[in-house]
């Protein structure tokens, strides 16, 4: 099995802000367990905290890796209390099932203190002219930061490309991004992916104690 039939799942979960601290420690003793079965590439809750969210990012060699490893998983006493006590602490929960690219398969940063998830939500049928554009348009952006990986949704809401990028500060992330605005191929770029788009979302995530990317 190679890198890129490999299948990731973005697994997030909307938590009241209240309870988001004592959650993400069940859940994080949950995902310590779990990762005997399966690669967990990240845990993180968001910044600012009020959001209210814990995002987890798997890793899996195929479909059928991650049949067996969730059957084993939900068979873990830590898991079954993580459901039991951790439930009611929920508002919502979305699954995506990812797969990447080729040309941009997942590589781990060293270290980083933030992340940023970005999500882009394509009007159906641009998938590959937003590819096409975004990977010209990289030849510059990635001069001023590279992201951990590309993905498109293959289950779950369709038409959506999540980029994961790394930052060591927020202030980090601002001069960058702020450098990579003032040159005009990425300029450009910009400009042609941004009719492409329905709409698209830019979380902070800050990687938990189990967290697999640091």
Do not use: C
């Not at 809750?45 to 798997?58: K, N």
């Not at 990812?98 to 997942?106: A, Q, V």
């Not at 329905?198 to 990687?207: G, K, S």
């Amino acid at each position: 099995m190679t890198p890129e039939e490999s299948i990731f799942e973005l697994r997030t979960y909307h938590v009241r802000p209240t309870a988001l601290e004592q959650f993400a420690e069940l859940a994080n003793r949950a995902a310590k367990a779990a990762k005997k079965h399966a690669e967990l590439v990240g845990q993180w809750t968001t910044e600012p905290r009020e959001v209210g969210r814990l995002v987890e990012l798997w890793k899996f060699i195929d479909f059928h890796h991650r049949a067996a490893a969730r059957a084993r998983i939900a068979q873990q006493s830590v898991w079954k209390k993580f459901l039991l006590q951790g439930q009611p602490m929920i508002t919502s929960t979305e699954s995506l099932i990812l797969l990447p690219f080729p040309e941009w398969l997942f590589s781990p940063p060293a270290h980083s203190a933030f992340y940023e998830l970005r999500d882009h939500r394509l009007h159906p049928g641009t998938t590959a002219q937003w590819l096409e554009a975004w990977s010209r348009g990289m030849a510059v952006r990635k001069k001023f930061s590279k992201p951990v990986g590309l993905w498109q949704s293959d289950i779950g809401e369709l038409n959506r490309m999540v980029t994961l990028w790394p930052y060591s500060s927020l202030q980090h992330r601002h001069d960058v991004r702020r450098a990579a605005s003032l040159d005009p191929l990425w300029r450009d770029t910009v400009a042609t992916l941004a009719p492409m788009m329905q709409r698209m979302e830019a979380t902070i995530l800050v990687p938990t104690e189990a967290s697999g990317l640091q």
